[in-house]
């Protein structure tokens, strides 16, 4: 209590004494800028911590998404549910292989949290540790695709790999990625088809994780960690999972969570470095071999009405703004 009304003190102070010493529109400006400390923290935990109850609150507010209006105004989204997939789609090449993959897709879980609170979810935001079920050898088996009280398992190959068992068995989606990162209009229920694959099973195991979390730079973690573990969970689930329509997915938004969550724990091992440390190429640049002209001013791709489009180095601290969680 007594650090927290010191530290807004100081703000407050910071601020006064900056601003006598500028013209009106950069006073304005500052005022503006002043990061908002935030009066608590949301705590996001494993899935595997929620109980029965919250689970399937989760699931109920998931699929109610169908039931409310569209916001994006992309023609091929129908629902709320579908916006999600077809805004992914549609920014596919200014939101992937680019420096701005980590923040875009920290917003996205927010926007996705905030539509389930508008769907009466009032439980916690959870991540998938996915590297528990790596090391196991048998992803397969891990809770998340339990059918009692996970996310259902795998797909029937027998049956264009439709999952048809648990809480999204027959499940229908609409959004499938066209060409040019069109989003396209075509219903077909849910599909996975769990590739075994050691080499990628490896990919996202704890190992692989180490070897992320040790690069010192932000341009060359994002390149390994979107790369490796995280194409990695996507081309193994599979299916809806695989394509740039990922978000079909429920599972996306946990999987992205705990990219998230990898992201924050790497800048909470040099807070002071990491949370400006930003940087990479833009759409029209190489992600190996630049030009890396991307700024922690740039504005993020849009969301297309699903939250607002706040700059870059809005959301490079989970503790502030308009973030205002913590991984537990
Ligand atoms: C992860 O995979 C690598 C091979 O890519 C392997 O050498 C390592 O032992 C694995 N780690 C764990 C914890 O299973
Ligand atoms: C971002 O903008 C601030 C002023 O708003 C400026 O001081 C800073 O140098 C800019 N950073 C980059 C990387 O352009
Ligand atoms: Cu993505």
Not at 105 to 118: G, I, K, N, P, S
Not at 253 to 273: G, V
Not at 277 to 301: E, Q, R, V
Request: glycine share 6%.
């Amino acid at each position: 209590m007594f650090a927290k009304t010191w530290l807004l003190l100081f703000f407050a102070v910071a601020v006064a004494l900056h601003a006598a010493a500028l013209p009106l529109a950069a006073q304005q400006d500052l005022v503006a800028r002043a990061p908002t400390p935030c009066s608590s923290l949301k705590q996001r935990p494993n899935w595997n911590t929620l109980s029965q109850a919250q689970k399937s609150s989760y699931f109920d507010a998931v699929k109610c998404l169908k039931t409310k209006p569209a916001v994006t105004g992309i023609e091929s989204s129908k629902n709320l549910y579908d916006d999600f997939p077809a805004i992914h789609v549609e920014q596919n090449h200014h939101i992937h292989s680019v420096a701005a993959f980590l923040p875009w897709h920290r917003r996205f879980v927010q926007a996705r949290e905030r539509a389930l609170a508008a769907c009466g979810y009032d439980g916690p935001t959870p991540y998938w540790d996915w590297t528990e079920a790596a090391d196991t050898g048998n992803p397969d088996v891990d809770p998340i695709f339990s059918v009692t009280d996970g996310f259902g398992g795998n797909g029937n190959p027998n049956n264009n790999d439709v999952v048809e068992e648990g809480p999204f068995a027959n499940f229908p989606v609409d959004i499938l990625q066209g060409d040019k990162d069109v989003a396209l209009f075509s219903p077909h229920l849910l599909r996975r088809a769990f590739n075994p694959d050691p080499q990628l099973v490896n990919a996202f195991n704890s190992s692989s994780v180490a070897k992320a979390q040790a690069f010192e730079t932000f341009n060359k973690y994002r390149y390994y960690l979107e790369g490796t573990p995280h194409g990695a969970v996507h081309q193994y689930i599979a299916g809806d999972m695989g394509p740039a329509h990922s978000p079909n997915e429920a599972v996306f938004f946990l999987h992205h969570a705990q990219i998230d969550r990898l992201w924050s724990l790497w800048q909470e091992m040099d807070p002071e470095q990491r949370k400006s440390d930003y940087a990479g190429n833009l759409p029209d640049g190489n992600t190996l071999t630049g030009p890396f002209d991307a700024s922690i001013n740039d504005t993020l791709p849009t969301f297309g009405n699903l939250i607002d489009q706040v700059q870059v180095r809005d959301v490079m601290d989970t503790k502030s703004g308009d973030l205002c969680y913590v991984y537990v």
